[in-house]
C-alpha cells in the first residue's frame, strides 16, 4: 500500500531547529510535487512549503521565510523540511502530501491527494 511516512519532530525550545522527513513507502516520488502542511490546535490546515517533482520550483509561506527550507532526494525517495529559528507560533501537528506532478502549481492542501499521519512539532520554554 501506497504511503507518506513523516518523521524528525519532537519538543523544542525556541530559537532551535528540526528536520522533518517524508519517505515514501510505495510511492516513487520523483513523479510526485511534494507539500509540507501543518495543523495547529484550533486552526485550519495551512500550506508551510511546496516543491515540485524535480525539484525546480518551490513555494514557502511568508510566516516561515528565511527560517524553513524545503528540499528533496530523489535518489533516496525522501523530501524534507528544514525548520530554524523555531518559535512558539510554529507548534502543530507537521503533514507530508503529494500529488502526481502538475502543470498547474499550487500549494493548497485539497490539491494534494496522498498524506503521510502527521508528526508533532512542540516549541516552548
Same mark, same amino acid.
Given at each position: 500500500?501506497?504511503?507518506?511516512?513523516?518523521?524528525?519532530?519532537?519538543?523544542?525550545?525556541?530559537?532551535?531547529?528540526?528536520?522533518?522527513?517524508?519517505?515514501?513507502?510505495?510511492?516513487? #516520488?520523483?513523479?510526485? =510535487?511534494? @507539500?509540507?502542511?501543518?495543523? !495547529?490546535?484550533?486552526?485550519? %490546515?495551512?500550506?508551510? $512549503? +511546496?516543491?515540485?517533482?524535480?525539484?525546480?520550483?518551490?513555494?514557502?509561506?511568508?510566516?516561515?521565510?528565511?527560517?524553513?527550507?524545503?528540499?528533496?532526494?530523489?535518489?533516496?525517495?525522501?523530501?524534507?523540511?528544514?525548520?530554524?529559528? #523555531?518559535?512558539?507560533? =510554529?507548534? @502543530?501537528?507537521?503533514?507530508? !502530501?503529494?500529488?502526481?506532478? %502538475?502543470?498547474?502549481? $499550487? +500549494?493548497?492542501?485539497?490539491?494534494?491527494?496522498?498524506?503521510?499521519?502527521?508528526?508533532?512539532?512542540?516549541?516552548?520554554?
Amino acid at each position: 500500500q501506497a504511503q507518506l511516512v513523516e518523521s524528525g519532530g519532537g519538543l523544542v525550545q525556541p530559537g532551535e531547529s528540526l528536520r522533518l522527513s517524508c519517505a515514501g513507502s510505495g510511492l516513487e #516520488l520523483r513523479y510526485y =510535487d511534494v @507539500g509540507w502542511f501543518r495543523q !495547529a490546535p484550533g486552526k485550519e %490546515r495551512e500550506g508551510v $512549503s +511546496c516543491i515540485s517533482n524535480n525539484g525546480g520550483r518551490a513555494t514557502i509561506v511568508n510566516s516561515v521565510k528565511g527560517r524553513f527550507t524545503i528540499s528533496r532526494d530523489n535518489a533516496k525517495n525522501t523530501a524534507f523540511l528544514q525548520m530554524n529559528g #523555531l518559535k512558539p507560533e =510554529d507548534t @502543530g501537528i507537521y503533514y507530508c !502530501a503529494a500529488v502526481v506532478s %502538475r502543470s498547474r502549481w $499550487s +500549494c493548497v492542501a485539497t490539491d494534494f491527494t496522498s498524506w503521510g499521519q502527521g508528526t508533532q512539532v512542540t516549541v516552548s520554554s
